[in-house]
């Protein structure tokens, strides 16, 4: 194959670099990528509840779940989306 046709980038090439960077200049990308791990990380650990309850607010913990999955999930979806607007923009 003459041209590079059908040629796979890796990691160290320049193709390679260039989507991972268009991928992060999308908004809606980032937006849901940080979202995500927000929430992830929200819902594993007790960390919400502990700062709800510093914060003198323990009255919500219970809703916590009822925001939290829905948010986690409108999230990913964001980033989702975001990845596949950045791959169609290349």
């Known amino acids: 194959m003459s041209g590079g046709a059908g040629k796979i980038p890796r990691p160290g090439d320049r193709a390679a670099t260039t989507a ?18 927000i929430a992830a990380i929200c819902c ?14 323990s009255m919500l913990l219970p809703w916590q779940d009822a925001v939290l999955l829905p948010a ?6 964001l ?12």
């Open 44 to 57: 594993v650990t007790p960390i919400l509840g502990i700062a709800l309850t510093a914060l003198g607010l």
């Open 72 to 77: 986690l999930g409108l999230f990913a979806l």
């Open 20 to 37: 991972g960077w268009t991928l992060w200049q999308s908004l809606t990308f980032r937006i849901g990528a940080i979202g995500t791990i």
């Open 79 to 90: 980033a989702t989306i975001g990845a596949l607007r950045a791959r169609t923009k290349q």
